[in-house]
């Protein structure tokens, strides 16, 4: 999927599973900040009633292609082991064709020969994300935040960890979503997982609070109609 598309997904994907779609271990997290790897997302199994202008989903579109650099490019990686560039191009590849272990093998061996390269930091939470390893990339995450604690972008996917996991933890993401929204008022992407995450946790009125603020600062946001809808109804699930 699209970076550009992701935050649509994101709350097409919830809003979709609120009101009745089938939630099968879908990943999805927030728009990348120049740099970081593009990624897509897997798994995700809808019903009959899924609308016809529901965002793109993951099971609605083809496997991603194989880059035909993918495997010189991992084949440079492996015999240059201490070429930081050769691990970060075939990290690059790798998720591209949603390989995201591999992804993640590569950017270990680049964080090792950069331990403090912010961007290897950031693209191993991504990957672990993609890869469906929530608790892994709420560590990379957090340490990325260590080094750059202003970095809104990531702060907002460390937070998605908590709404995606097994286990959700609603209060934990709203807490960082919250702490975006400190600094960034109108950051789109915190007000609509925040939003999401209200509903979740079935306070419809912080829900209804922040879908306003959302909706003053996005008004054309195609998930605003589905979470309107959600909160008015007030079922969390």
């Keep these: 999927m699209n970076k550009e598309n992701i935050l649509y997904a994101i709350i097409g994907i919830m809003v979709g599973l609120i009101g009745g779609f089938i939630f099968a271990n879908s990943y999805m997290r927030s728009e990348l900040s120049s740099g970081r790897l593009s990624t897509a997302s897997s798994a995700m199994q809808t019903n009959s009633n899924m609308p016809a202008d529901h965002p793109t989903v993951p099971g609605q579109q083809q496997p991603a292609p194989v880059p035909p650099e993918l495997q010189p490019a991992m084949d440079k990686a492996k015999a240059n082991p201490t070429d930081f560039d050769a691990q ?5 590849l790798s998720n591209q064709a949603e390989q995201y272990e591999n992804a993640i093998e590569f950017l270990k061996a ?3 020969l950069k331990p403090d390269d912010y961007i290897t930091i950031v693209n191993l939470g991504n990957a672990s994300f993609d890869s469906g390893n929530f608790a892994e990339a709420e560590k990379w995450y957090s340490a990325a935040l260590e080094k750059k604690k202003e970095d809104n ?4 996917d460390l937070g998605l960890t908590f709404v995606f996991r097994e286990t959700p933890n609603y209060d934990r993401a709203i807490q960082e979503f919250n702490t975006v929204l400190s600094t960034e008022p109108n950051h789109i992407q915190a007000l609509q997982n925040s939003v999401v995450a209200y509903i ?17 600062v996005d008004p054309k946001n195609v998930a605003i109609p589905r979470l309107k809808s959600q909160i008015d109804k007030g079922q969390p699930k």
Excluded: F, I, S, Y
């Design 88 to 92: 970060m191009k075939a990290a690059e």
């Design 110 to 112: 680049a964080n090792k």
């Design 153 to 156: 972008n990531v702060r907002t």
């Design 200 to 216: 979740r946790k079935g306070d419809m009125a912080k829900a209804k609070d922040n879908l306003t603020k959302l909706e003053a």
